[in-house]
């Protein structure tokens, strides 16, 4: 798509649910359903972007099914099959000012409490008990660190977000 930074992939085109043009979505929101929150959708098709509706969706088994407009028989479904499905990330719903979606944290500078800059965040990933900072350490990282692992938790470890200076700080021993 033109700039990465103004779209974000939601799900993935699957395999067609029978022959009447539906097909089975992969959605990777929180709730399985949350996909179908957005509208429209935008696909990245023999390089250009196109643009589709969903006419109707439904709960199947343990996944989702959707009808496309303009998407009728199978072989219109085949054409869109692994395809990732993107929306524009005005999309996205207004977070309260102490919230974040992960892709503004990545790029963000990570520094101590004590001023020390960890380098830069270069994923997050969740795991279990808590979403992690994957922090790229400065070319030069004086305690010899390529990354660093941090565990995202608000108030205990990260003290607090600046969107306008691009800086997370941090409650965090250096050398670990």
């Known amino acids: 798509m033109s700039n990465a930074s103004d779209?974000?992939?939601?799900?993935?085109?699957?395999?067609?649910?029978?022959?009447?043009?539906?097909v089975r979505i992969t959605s990777?929101?929180?709730d399985l359903t949350g996909i179908f929150d957005y509208s429209p959708w935008f696909v990245e098709q023999g390089g250009q972007v196109k643009t589709y509706q969903v006419e109707q969706w439904r709960k199947q088994n343990k996944g989702v099914v959707a009808k496309i407009v303009g998407i009728d028989n199978r072989d219109q479904v085949d054409l869109l099959k692994n395809l990732p499905i993107s929306i524009k990330a005005?999309?996205?719903?207004?977070?309260?000012?102490d919230e974040f979606y992960w892709r503004d944290l990545i790029g963000m500078q990570v520094i101590t409490e004590q001023g020390?800059?960890?380098?830069?965040?270069?994923?997050?990933?969740?795991?279990?008990?808590?979403d992690v900072l994957l922090v790229q350490a400065n070319h030069n990282d004086a305690f010899g660190q390529k990354e660093r692992m941090i565990p995202y938790l608000q108030s205990q470890v990260?003290?607090?977000?600046?969107?306008?200076?691009?800086?997370?700080?941090?409650?965090?021993?250096?050398?670990f």
Do not use: C, M
């Open 116 to 130: 020390y800059n960890l380098g830069n965040v270069k994923e997050l990933f969740e795991t279990g008990s808590n």
């Open 28 to 30: 990777y929101t929180d």
């Open 158 to 175: 990260v003290k607090s977000v600046d969107r306008e200076a691009k800086t997370i700080q941090v409650d965090w021993d250096p050398s």
């Open 90 to 97: 005005e999309q996205l719903p207004e977070l309260a000012e």
């Open 7 to 22: 779209t974000l992939v939601v799900g993935q085109f699957g395999a067609p649910h029978g022959v009447q043009g539906w």
